[in-house]
């Protein structure tokens, strides 16, 4: 939310406001629901002088939904010919034309085609404004159960495993709520490796076809919605992880090994101390079982 404007401001600041000059329009499309899409997205299609589509076919089906006829140019506009395309776009803007564009599903430019476009009509001084709507990372997030106040968007994972690991160990000490794309066959390897990075308690949240007809949203820890997904998952995936605890990220080796050995003291077995203390901590048991081992050595 912003300050409340002067009188006036309004109208003259009103980047999407229809005048002589070109305009860059992004639309977010539904993620699901084609009742779900914003008010405008049909004004906006029926006006524009250029439609900028990731799936010319999809925007056509989008569009007799809406029960509107698109007049301007449709072009395809997706991540194969984004840099061969987005000259000729600028040029169109340039021109004064109003330059529509939409993507499957969502929020151009968020994990999608967008971003080369608003940057190079940034950088030609062309204004751009959006038709807010439909978000997979914010209903994502909402509907988690997970703290919602502060939280960081990464997209899809590296789909080699290495490069994955590497990238979640990166984000292992990331105190705020996580929200991620993932493919449906990729889900199960990806929510071990998040387990195996992060902690088997650290809890998530699985969104699946989110506002579709078969929507579901699987809460629990990694451990649990790993074991789930491990079935087979259908249908577009958001994934939503708590973030680190700062005690986690505080607590050094000699602090995890002794609180593991007072644990045993009462009588507790080894594996099961290491468990418990990274439960406690919302740290790996990696980590903690390493500390352990690293302790011996160092009273030997």
């Not at 919605?225 to 000699?254: H, I, K, N, S």
Request: aromatic share 4%; glycine share 8%; proline share 6%.
């Amino acid at each position: 939310m912003s300050e409340p404007s002067e009188p006036g401001d309004e109208a003259g600041n009103e980047a999407g406001s229809r005048g002589s000059g070109g305009v860059l329009v992004l639309a977010a499309t539904p993620i699901g629901r084609v009742a779900d899409a914003p008010p405008r997205l049909a004004e906006e299609l029926a006006t524009a002088d250029v439609v900028a589509a990731e799936d010319t076919r999809r925007l056509r089906r989008l569009a007799a939904d809406l029960g509107v006829s698109v007049r301007g140019r449709v072009v395809s506009y997706f991540e194969g010919n984004e840099s061969a395309r987005t000259p000729a776009l600028v040029e169109a803007l340039e021109r004064g034309e109003r330059v529509l564009l939409v993507t499957d599903a969502g929020m151009p430019s968020v994990s999608d085609p967008g971003y080369r476009l608003v940057a190079a009509a940034v950088e030609h001084d062309v204004p751009v404004t959006a038709v807010p709507g439909p978000s997979a990372v914010l209903t994502a997030l909402a509907v988690s159960g997970l703290p919602v106040d502060r939280f960081c968007f990464e997209g899809f994972l590296p789909r080699k495993a290495g490069e994955r690991a590497r990238r979640l160990e990166d984000l292992r000490d990331e105190p705020r709520t996580m929200v991620f794309f993932e493919s449906p066959h990729r889900t199960a390897a990806t929510l071990t490796a998040m387990a195996e990075a992060f902690g088997d308690d650290r809890r998530a949240a699985v969104c699946r076809e989110l506002t579709k007809t078969h929507e579901e949203v699987r809460r629990g820890a990694l451990d649990e919605v790993a074991a789930w997904a491990g079935g087979g998952v259908r249908g577009e995936v958001t994934v939503v992880v708590q973030g680190a605890t700062v005690v986690a990220a505080a607590l050094d080796r000699p602090s995890l090994a002794a609180a593991v050995a007072e644990r045993e003291a009462a009588g507790t077995r080894r594996k099961d101390a290491i468990l418990e203390v990274a439960r406690s901590t919302g740290l790996p048991k990696r980590e903690v079982y390493d500390a352990v081992l690293a302790h011996k050595g160092a009273t030997r």
